[in-house]
């Protein structure tokens, strides 16, 4: 159970591109979904997160009008990198919780992301 | 500013060695969680330890939670190459999962 699948697995696209991250919760409804961002060697970095049906709440630094994010279902949240740059190349990966105490967070498989 | 020091950073051993990972803070968690990630993919949840003191076994691995819920540990008796991996610590202030305290993971390699 618990199972979080994330889409696409890699993406390569030149600059200037903007791409969508699909992150969706398979067999457990996630009224929490948050967006990691992981550099090589490193631990998670926390970007966002969205409960379903608001607005995500942003982590310092990190650029709402850059890193778009939607939650319209208990079940999909998508992070969409607009105007992409070399910069933002990285592993970006998602996780997905329930509501309840002590819930864990169940994570996808990441997404490779590379700016040309 | 919250941290959660995880140590070491970086261990290499010989398989059937036996190691232990730590994790510290000078917070109080209500729950702490640990992972292991292989490379290209998600971290993947091993454990949840809520109680102070609880001792949790996974296998040839063991958690514990400290009294104070300040810090806990991993114990792999036996290390094996299929241990082999990026394990991290995560500690949850209140009882949500809205807001988790990551270490700094610890890169282990088991030598066949």
């Known amino acids: 159970g618990a199972v979080v699948s994330q889409h696409p697995s890699r993406v390569i696209c030149k600059s200037g591109t903007s791409v969508k991250i699909e992150c969706r919760s398979l067999?457990?409804?996630?009224?929490?979904m948050f967006w990691y961002r992981q550099f090589p060697k490193q631990s998670l970095m926390l970007m966002a997160t969205?409960?379903?049906?608001?607005?995500?709440?942003?982590e310092q630094g990190v650029e709402k009008d850059k890193f778009l994010i939607n939650h319209a279902s208990l079940t999909l949240s998508t992070l969409t990198v607009t105007s992409a740059h070399p910069e933002d190349s990285s592993f970006y990966i998602c996780?997905?919780?329930?509501?309840?105490?002590?819930?864990?967070?169940?994570f996808g498989d990441g997404t490779r992301l590379s700016i040309l | 500013t919250q941290l959660l020091e995880q140590s070491p950073q970086f261990l290499s051993i010989q398989e059937g060695e036996n190691l232990t990972v730590y994790c510290n803070s000078s917070?109080?968690?209500?729950?702490l969680q640990w992972y292991r990630q292989e490379p290209g993919e998600g971290p993947v949840l091993l454990v949840t330890v809520v109680t102070g003191g609880e001792v949790k076994k996974l296998k040839r691995l063991t958690f514990q939670f400290g009294d104070a819920r300040k810090d806990s540990s991993l114990h792999i008796t036996a290390a094996q190459p299929g241990d082999t991996g990026l394990y991290l610590c995560?500690?949850?202030?209140?009882?949500?999962?809205?807001?988790?305290?990551w270490g700094a993971g610890t890169k282990l390699i088991i030598k066949p």
């Open positions: 995560a500690g949850a202030l209140g009882d949500s999962n809205y807001q988790l305290i």
């Open positions: 969205s409960n379903e049906g608001s607005k995500a709440t942003y």
């Open positions: 996780s997905a919780s329930s509501t309840g105490p002590y819930q864990p967070q169940h």
């Open positions: 917070s109080v968690f209500s729950s």
């Open positions: 067999d457990f409804q996630a009224t929490t």
